[in-house]
DNA sequence: TTATATACCTAACAATCGTTTGGTAGATGC
DNA sequence: GCATCTACCAAACGATTGTTAGGTATATAA
């Protein structure tokens, strides 16, 4: 019986009485399957796969986590709050809305583009590919989408209707690179600046 | 030995002696892996889930398609031919830039969500999901992208660079469209008509 | 020292995967 | 009517899949 196992990467450890063996590689089984998802894609990745870049066995997968599927929300949740963290504190380091824009827009991609594997996770992995995890994922990734959407709230625009297909407009855009961006050629930061400056122009003139 | 079989749906059907049984269920075949492809995905596909929406066994498609990866480029290839006919249309029908614009973003919606399984297939398998496959799939989307680049050819903009840009943001949000987009709530034109409105203004007033 | 909880390993399970082999009904060419 | 080619079916192949059962070394609590 695995009754007793933890199952799952709580914030509350519960009262534990003995602390068991010195080597907890669950940071290490999360390393490894945010890579491994990221790179190949959930469906091709094996639990026997994972276990091998952590460390350890495929079966041992299941002290830590119930099933695959639930493998997967953890590391999606941890990518989601990553690149909630960096955009969250974007948006309070400048108080005008173009400016607070992009810099929502650079911190986005430097998360799903540079930062780390947990990140880009969130993109690659669609919710259906793993149907009995789905509405977990799609709640998470709302979560998100409800923060970034704050990046527009302020924003002076033209048209009723225009605030919907701009947040649309932008984050699909964003989602995308991660189909064709490669290091070295354009920066994040200098991707977000382009963006919004085509944007822009759609609010009335400052001055 | 099969060496004699079609393997694939070729162009010409070279001198055929006998056309054997009058059934010939390749086109079922194709719309099924269109479907499944596009519903779940090409990892969790199964020959003989397709087999068995195109009413024949896992091992009958072996006569159609040397491999799952070859019927995947199949499917997928059909899906750029038609979403190229689709745009190649919309630029002939207007010379105004930005109204070519708009009118290719309205067609490359329309062929992306509305359509058929097809085009849908073309944004929702990553090539990476069959990595024997990536680089023919590359090849095929790439051919596309660089069809809708004639869309951008002649708008006037302000800055150098900024076609690139638009390029990547405009085709990015479109793509990405497929995860968010509900019939019914929106239309590909009117989607088309806001996106493309929200940029517009980079261009000098017209006046 | 004894008891217990932790964090694994070993070995297997049934199911499913893409693919292959060999056979065959039916239409056509001669 | 005979041979041939087409477009399948039937049945299996070995490999791999997610998952589980049972055992074990380590560390703490008493």
Known sequence: MRM???QAARAAPAPRRGTGRADNRLPQVLDAAARLFRERG????????????AGMLAGSLYYHFASKDDLLVAVYAEGVRRIGAAVEAALAASVDPWDR???ACAAHLTALLDDSDYGQVVIRVRPDDAPDAAARLIALRDGYERLFARALDDLPLRHRGDRRALRLLLLGALNWSQTWYRPGRDSPAALARQFVRLLRSTAPPAA
Chains 1, 2 share one sequence.
């Open 101 to 103: 824009l992009e810099r």
């Open 42 to 53: 959930y469906a091709v990745t094996s639990m026997r796969d994972i276990g091998a870049a």
């Open 4 to 6: 007793t196992a933890p």
